[in-house]
């Protein structure tokens, strides 16, 4: 997704396929981790230019189709991390608050003919957090933080963009909905009564 010409080459054989585009979801991405001082300069530039170019050149590219579909969408996959910080995670907090900005950002540019909207996972059991998993204190230490206790399915979160994607929200926009089992919805205090 980081190659302009290669994401312009897909959206075109998309096109010639499907013979239109209405939607476009932008999930491609990595997590290099690392705090300030210790995240190397290329580490850093792979995570932007993969997370946050490659929405860029997905929604650069898909656009000119997107314009000629009746209620096109565009749905980002952001991150609970891209909403606040995380310890040794900076250059990725990075991508994903760009990310969400720029949903936010397109939305309004691109309404009412085009909705954007962002979905923001917690950890997922994808490949992506599979060092987490296999970490069973890391992992009990994120069970704990999330009041439903577990980490996200992928088919969880699939919903949650197929709805965004869907008529059904056609009069959501700008939204960055967090697929978290209510993780923020805690303001960081311990659980007073674990």
Not at 69 to 77: E, L, M, P, Y
Not at 122 to 135: L, V, Y
Request: include cysteine; hydrophobic fraction near 45%.
């Amino acid at each position: 997704m980081s190659s302009p010409a290669e994401v312009e080459k897909l959206v075109e054989e998309t096109v010639a396929t499907f013979g239109g585009l209405t939607c476009l979801v932008n999930n491609a991405g990595i997590a290099r981790g690392g705090a300030p001082g210790e995240l190397s300069h290329a580490d850093f530039e792979d995570t932007m230019r993969i997370n946050v170019g490659g929405v860029f050149n997905c929604v650069t590219a898909a656009l000119p189709h997107l314009k000629k579909a009746d209620g096109a969408s565009v749905v980002n996959t952001s991150s609970v991390s891209g909403e606040g910080g995380d310890w040794t995670m900076f250059g990725y907090n990075a991508s994903k608050g760009a990310i969400s900005n720029m949903t936010r950002a397109m939305a309004l540019d691109l309404a009412p003919d085009i909705r954007v909207n962002a979905v923001a996972p917690t950890m997922t059991e994808t490949a992506m957090s599979e060092g987490i998993r296999k970490d069973d204190a890391l992992l009990a230490r994120f069970k704990d933080r999330i009041p439903m206790g577990r980490g996200a399915q992928p088919e969880e979160v699939a919903s949650v963009i197929a709805f965004l994607a869907s008529a059904d929200a056609r009069f959501v926009n700008g939204v960055v909905l967090p697929v978290d089992g209510g993780l923020m919805a805690s303001n960081g205090q311990p659980n007073f009564s674990a």
